[in-house]
């Protein structure tokens, strides 16, 4: 939604010339070695097979016509006419159907392909470093580029081989009528050329503007694609009926086509120009090949056989140069889109991840401390630190609690202490190790999870525990739905545990309630066995018993495990060891919950307007009742 606002202040009329990472010819070769190494069809079927009879169709229909007039010029019997006829009718229906017979196999291989690029464009995105992938704008760029040119049969990646491939049948046709026309008729391939290459540079200038102007197409066809998703999504049902917003989304839309209408309005304007110009050239080809070929006829006795195999070929000829020329700046837009590709592929991530020291350790989970850190996420030049001088000691198996208001940076401090993001100042370390330093994937083993936003992935209930298709333990996941108090749940549904989840892809998909997806995460958080626990507002959605039930079970789930938990229900971080509060990017108290309400200060005055809360409000409860 937000690129239809975003359209209507800016003005896109000119969008800057773009520099794609890779060439035209590096892009070949990349799809070309791509398509030997896991779709070879694509080439010897399509490529070379395919194109070669191309050629031999277009060579069969040359001369097919001439040698009719031909036959009867020299007045052959009647059969051998037919004969002839029959001949190369024959041959060009055997061609005809090789082709598509081939060209079946190959449009399958064609698709593989596009799929094997797709997935591993997606393994990038879900294995490149966090940064990269949230914050970095232009490795998002090169991604939405990436995604228009894999999402359908008609995007780059898929019709690339198409233009290949008649690019190559041009090549071959427009050099065999080169050595035929030079061997016959020189001046004709004079005249042919100058009629067909200005007017196919002025006409491709023109057919470029939609690719010059494909950004400003893209932003708008994701703004209309973001109003019909929204509106469509099942998530959103309630508040669009609640808060009839419904218009709000015909409004939107309605701006978004009249941008799009617009769009093409500037483009077809553009383009009723290149028709003309088309019609103007061939015109002037047409004439000037008429008058030299009614000349020879006249002047010199060509035969009409000869008069209609040329008139043929100079219609084809200069079909076959516009062919080439246009193929060819067909084949430069088309490798933009590659580009895009690859650059996704090989985008250098923010820091290494496989590579450094690998991670110490000792047994136990790992003693995290934090030096002095400061923090601002990338992007911006202008973005405010969240974090300032931040230092603390997470020690082995011990309890932290982050508190804070919202917006405080305490989701930010986890990511932090993860390794999702470096520090913009000071450094973190594991046992005694720079995170810098270490292997990151590795060191992502040592956690497990729950965060705010709930993911359920579209999977059975155990896949969504065991976070996995494969090798899941079916008793772990018992175990550890019944921690997160869901095994009366599951076991009331049909499928139990392989009910499938996540509606928006399977249609008899069970649909779980916000305090219930809750406790799934929390099964999946207890499944992977890490030595750190991280809790970011994991009773959120939960009703107070619920909740209660939980904490009381928090001893026993963090068993062993150091944990850093989030919570703004201050009374859930007594079960802690050590609580600090965030407050104006620093930490502004740090201590038990004890020694932090002896202190009075911020974390007291907040958990006292909490117990406040909670005493008038079971008072008023306690009055109504005695009523
Ligand atoms: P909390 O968890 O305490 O509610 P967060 O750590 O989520 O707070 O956010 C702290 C601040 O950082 C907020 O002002 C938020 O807008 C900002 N912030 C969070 N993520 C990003 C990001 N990817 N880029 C820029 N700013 C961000």
């Known amino acids: 939604m937000k690129g239809v606002t975003y359209l209507k202040t800016k003005n896109k009329e000119k969008e800057p010339k773009q520099k794609p990472k890779f060439g035209t010819l590096s892009c070949v070769r990349f799809m070309w070695r791509l398509a030997l190494k896991h779709e ?16 031999l169709n277009n060579l069969i229909g040359l001369f097919l016509s001439p040698m009719i007039i031909s036959s009867i010029e020299q007045s052959l019997p009647v059969y051998k006419v037919i004969i002839t006829i029959l001949i190369f009718v024959g041959a060009g229906m055997l061609v005809d159907g090789l082709k598509n017979y081939l060209g079946g196999f190959e449009w399958y291989s064609r698709i593989t392909l596009r799929s094997i690029l797709t997935s591993m464009v997606s393994e990038k995105c879900a294995r490149t470093s966090y940064p990269t992938f949230i914050d970095d704008k232009s490795f998002g760029e090169a991604r939405r580029k990436s995604s228009s040119a ?18 190559m049948v041009n090549i071959i046709n427009f050099a065999i009528y080169v050595v035929m026309l030079t061997a016959i008729n020189p001046i004709l391939l004079i005249i042919i050329l100058v009629t067909t290459v200005p007017g196919y540079f002025y006409s491709k200038y023109i057919n470029e503007w939609h690719y010059r102007h494909r950004t400003e197409h893209i932003e708008i066809n994701r703004g209309l694609e973001c109003v019909l998703q929204e509106s469509a999504n099942i998530h ?7 808060f009839g917003i419904r218009p709000w989304f015909d409004d939107m839309y309605r701006s978004g086509m009249r941008l799009s209408e617009a769009f093409h309005n500037r483009g077809a304007r553009v383009y009723i120009w290149k028709n003309i110009l088309d019609i103007i ?53 088309k490798c933009l889109d590659i580009s895009a590709i690859r650059e996704v592929l090989t985008y250098p991530d923010a820091f290494p991840l496989d590579e450094g020291k690998d991670v110490p350790h000792t047994g136990r989970p790992g003693v995290i401390r934090f030096e002095n850190v400061s923090f601002r996420y990338p992007g911006k030049e202008d973005n405010p630190y969240v974090l ?13 609690a982050v508190v804070g208001l919202n917006g405080a940076g305490k989701t930010t401090l986890i990511k932090l202490l993860v390794g999702f993001y470096d520090p913009t100042e000071g450094r973190i370390t594991y046992n005694g190790v720079d995170l810098k330093d270490l292997k990151r994937r590795e060191y992502y083993k040592e956690f497990t999870a729950v965060f705010q936003d709930i993911n359920i992935f579209a999977g059975t209930v155990a896949e969504n525990v065991a976070s996995s298709m494969i090798n899941v333990d079916k008793e772990r996941v018992k175990k550890c739905i019944a921690y997160a108090d869901l095994t009366k749940k599951i076991e009331s549904m049909p499928m139990g545990y392989d009910t499938l989840l996540n509606r928006n892809v399977y249609e008899d998909a069970q649909d779980l309630s916000g305090g219930e997806k809750q406790r799934l995460v929390l099964a999946r958080a207890l499944y992977k066995e890490a030595p750190i626990l991280l809790l970011d507002e994991p009773t959120a959605a939960l009703d107070p018993i619920a909740e209660f039930e939980i904490y009381n079970k928090y001893n026993d789930m963090t068993n062993g495990k150091s944990a850093v938990y989030i919570s703004h229900r201050l009374a859930s971080t007594r079960f802690c060891d050590k609580i600090l509060l965030i407050d104006r990017n620093i930490i502004a108290e740090e201590g038990s919950h004890e020694e932090l309400m002896r202190l009075g200060g911020k974390y007291a005055e907040l958990y ?20």
């Open 608 to 627: 006292e307007v909490q117990s406040s809360y909670y005493h008038k409000d079971h008072k008023n409860t306690e009055g109504g009742d005695s009523k």
């Open 40 to 55: 070879p069809m694509i080439i010897w079927i399509g490529m070379i097979t395919i194109t070669l009879l191309f050629v």
């Open 388 to 400: 300032k001088n931040i230092s603390f000691t997470l020690s082995p198996e011990e309890r932290l």
């Open 281 to 333: 050239f061939t015109f002037l080809r047409n004439g000037a090949a008429y008058i030299y070929l009614i000349a020879m006829v006249l002047d010199n006795g060509m035969e009409a056989s000869e008069f209609l195999l040329y008139f043929t070929m100079v219609g084809g000829f200069s079909g076959f140069v516009s062919g080439i020329l246009g193929g060819m700046s067909d084949l430069h837009n």
């Open 150 to 167: 894999l999402g359908s049969n008609s995007g780059a990646a898929e019709a690339i081989w198409q233009t290949i491939q008649s690019l």
């Open 236 to 242: 959103s049902a309630k508040d669009i009926r609640m």
